[in-house]
């Protein structure tokens, strides 16, 4: 059922819970990750990539998940991640996505406030909006191995700047940088939970985790705590998708190019590391 994100994840917040976010290329894992949302009895975000929804097929995968939320048992949002075009947002929008995160992070911090003001200006008072402050580090689409190209460096979000930065973008949720990468990490990581307490205690609107993968369950259950209320995977889902592929592959070709069969494995990696995160981020 259609939700505002704001909403399912601050009611998210008062049970003491957080919701998680997953980023979907394709309908596969959507249906996957509503079904465990489903099977979980909990709400759920599906999050679309701004280099999905910047093509004709990306705007049609968002109207079909349009579709899927409506029709799901649970409450379900579409957002629009880490968006800085215009036109991407609105086309997004148009097509169904119920919120966009208007990220400015990587621009200086007068021009990250002016892309979100800019954004509502063109978005309307009914798309929900989050905004990131503190640039994170490493690629969303692609994760390199550890031993390579691993994302060693994060960035850090100044918690002075979060009432200012809040107050005069009229943000409704807030992403943090403290310590997490998209991506795959270097080394064990470090979350800043002093940094984050810091902000927890200048805003009230709920803050938001990127990067999740590769950070420990047992740090993540700490983070509704700490009024983080979205937490946002994408390289676990699709590594343990491609794994299952990649094993399931050649059996699948030897028995007769099955590729429904190989759909059906495809759906289940993705169904279970959505269910567990759900199970993980639920008090
Ligand atoms: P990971 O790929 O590190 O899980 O990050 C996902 C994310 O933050 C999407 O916005």
Request: glycine share 10%.
């Amino acid at each position: 059922m259609r939700t505002r994100l704001d909403h399912l994840v601050t009611t998210a917040l008062q049970q003491g819970s957080a919701v998680p976010a997953f980023t979907c290329y394709d309908f596969t894992t959507a249906l996957a990750v509503v079904g465990a949302a489903e099977d979980a009895g909990r709400g759920v975000i599906l999050l679309v990539a701004p280099k999905t929804a910047a093509t004709p097929n990306g705007l049609r995968l968002i109207a079909a998940l349009r579709g899927l939320a409506d029709a799901a048992c649970v409450p379900v949002a579409i957002q629009l991640d880490h968006a800085s075009d215009p036109d991407v947002m609105a086309d997004a929008v148009a097509a169904g996505a119920d919120s966009v995160l208007a990220d400015g992070s990587s621009l200086p911090y007068e021009d990250n406030i002016a892309l979100v003001v800019a954004a509502r200006a063109l978005l309307g008072a009914d798309v929900v909006l989050e905004a990131e402050l503190g640039g994170l580090a490493g690629d969303e689409d692609r994760a390199f191995g550890a031993d390579s190209a691993g994302v060693a460096v994060a960035g850090l979000t100044d918690s002075a700047q979060v009432e200012d930065f809040v107050a005069r973008t009229g943000a409704q949720l807030l992403a943090v940088a403290v310590g997490n990468v998209h991506g795959k990490y270097k080394r064990e990581p470090q979350l800043r939970w002093d940094v984050l307490q810091d902000i927890a205690v200048r805003t009230h609107i709920p803050l938001v985790l990127h990067g999740a993968s590769g950070i420990p369950a047992g740090e993540l259950v700490k983070a509704a705590a700490m009024n983080v209320g979205k937490v946002n995977f994408n390289t676990e889902l699709r590594t343990g998708v491609l794994s299952t592929l990649q094993e399931q592959l050649p059996g699948h070709r030897a028995d007769g190019e099955n590729l429904q069969g190989l759909l059906g494995h495809w759906n289940s990696s993705a169904r279970e590391f959505a269910g567990s995160a759900l199970g993980m981020l639920t008090r």
